[in-house]
């Protein structure tokens, strides 16, 4: 790389966290009915509204991609501080997109089983319900592992960042912690998808990635990518 070229990586870094915080809050905004019920309820809204679904799924894939741009990009600019921690973190968030991606055959499935239904209020079939709420369990677990990947991954990039003033250490001490607290509902998720985490354990953590994606994107850093 050129001086130049390095200089740009930590706006390219902002960037690649303001677009992917976008695609996924636009995601969940849009599926938010479609998903909150049950089964029988997810391939009624399906039928009644496809095209809504294949958008989120559109979206949610554009989400993917960002990860990969964004994980490919801070590994750029910091593999150089502490290149094990750097290494795992990188492999978390490639590991996250790939479970995103899968989780989308879940909401595929329930795009063809809407197919059949006339939409929100029309009987739902047994074997559709059956095939339904596979799909849609692995929608929701596939997710909920997605995040596991996401939250000890932003752990150990938000520790560089605070090692590496990559960021403004307010800024890095904020992403730290809250993402600490995301990490504990996540497992909570993981180890018993019938209990609720509470929503205060992601309130902190919910503005980080759009805030420190505009700093980067405005500001830079002062951190050069090293070799």
């Not at 966290?17 to 049950?38: I, Y």
């Not at 993402?179 to 992601?202: M, S």
Request: hydrophobic residues 60%; glycine residues 10%; charged residues 10%.
């Amino acid at each position: 790389m050129t001086p130049s070229s390095d200089a740009s990586v930590p706006r390219y870094v902002g960037a690649a966290f303001v677009v992917q915080f976008c695609t996924s809050l636009a995601a969940g905004l849009l599926s938010r009915s479609m998903l909150s019920g049950d089964a029988a309820h997810a391939i009624a809204a399906a039928g009644a509204d496809a095209l809504r679904l294949r958008v989120v799924v559109l979206l949610e894939l554009a989400t993917s991609i960002g990860i990969i741009a964004l994980t490919s990009l801070l590994y750029v600019a910091l593999r150089g501080t502490v290149r094990w921690v750097a290494t795992v973190a990188f492999s978390l968030w490639l590991a996250e997109a790939t479970v995103l991606a899968v989780s989308m055959l879940g909401l595929y499935a329930l795009l063809d089983l809407g197919g059949t239904s006339v939409g929100i209020g029309s009987v739902v079939s047994a074997p559709q319900i059956a095939v339904g709420s596979f799909a849609f369990d692995l929608h929701e677990h596939a997710a909920a592992v997605g995040m596991l990947f996401a939250s000890v991954g932003a752990v150990l990039w938000y520790s560089l960042f605070i090692r590496t003033r990559f960021v403004p250490r307010w800024l890095g001490v904020w992403g730290l912690g809250s993402v600490a607290l995301v990490c504990v509902a996540t497992l909570i998720d993981v180890w018993d998808g019938g209990v609720q985490p509470p929503i205060l354990l992601y309130v902190a953590y919910m503005p980080f990635e759009l805030v420190v994606g505009i700093w980067l994107l405005v500001r830079g850093s002062p951190v050069r990518p090293l070799g």
